[in-house]
């Protein structure tokens, strides 16, 4: 059975700066993409950034430059580093992982705070 569990949220000031981590129970390249999303009160969830089972990345425009998604293999986790951030990023924010022809996986979600 797949597992996400996410860590890393919190209470920050704007301009901080978070890593948020997801960790899989099993392989991640056993995917065909991960990601992040994130939902704020009132919103629609909305991709963040995601990576794809080749290495290749993608990330919503709001986030460029401030926001990179990585991965550990041998950890089984995928990272998304959080720079500069902005009152517009709190959220709850979802790992996501997918595969083929199957309904995709979420984590529990983790809150990320941004006080300005």
């Known amino acids: 059975q797949v597992q996400l569990v996410e860590s890393g949220g919190g209470l920050v000031q704007a301009g901080g700066s978070l890593r948020l981590s997801c960790a899989a129970s099993?392989?991640?390249?056993?995917?065909?993409?991960m990601g992040w999303y994130r939902q704020a009160p009132g919103k629609q969830r909305e991709l963040v950034a995601g990576?794809?089972?080749?290495?290749?990345?993608n990330y919503a425009d709001s986030v460029k430059g401030r926001f990179a998604i990585s991965r550990d293999g041998a950890k089984n986790t995928v990272y998304l580093q959080m720079n500069n951030l902005k009152s517009e990023d709190t959220a709850v924010y979802f790992c996501?992982?997918?595969?083929?022809?199957?309904?995709?996986?979420w984590g529990q979600g983790t809150q990320v705070t941004v006080s300005s």
């Open positions: 996501n992982a997918g595969r083929t022809f199957n309904p995709p996986y």
């Open positions: 099993v392989s991640i390249f056993s995917f065909t993409t």
């Open positions: 990576i794809s089972s080749g290495g290749g990345t």
